[in-house]
């Protein structure tokens, strides 16, 4: 499969590829974090109706994990848990 297709072996060479150069022009990493969602975080919870799990509406707990993401030089590999809650592996 080519790099193109998400999740294929060329696809992850290719990011581990891009993660390499970038230490290599930016320098060595400083942190490896671990970060897991919490579906009672406000908010996640502004956005429920009532009666729903974090769970049901994916949409908004992956873009408000994202938004921890924001960061100038970083690598992450998003991973997701049994219940569906985003959890991340980043370098920065």
């Avoid at 297709?5 to 590829?17: D, G, Q």
């Avoid at 891009?18 to 490896?32: H, I, V």
């Avoid at 970060?35 to 974090?54: D, F, M, Y």
């Amino acid at each position: 499969l080519p790099a193109s297709f998400t999740r294929s072996p060329k696809y992850y060479s290719e990011k581990v590829a891009d993660a390499l150069a970038l230490a290599q022009q930016k320098g060595k990493p400083n942190l490896m974090i671990t970060a897991t969602c919490n579906p009672n975080w406000p908010e996640i919870k502004v956005h429920l109706r009532h009666g729903q799990s974090a769970i049901e509406v994916s949409h908004v707990t992956n873009h408000v994990f994202k938004k921890l993401l924001h960061i100038q030089y970083c690598v992450y590999v998003i991973e997701f848990q049994k219940h569906g809650l985003p959890h991340a592996h980043i370098i920065v």
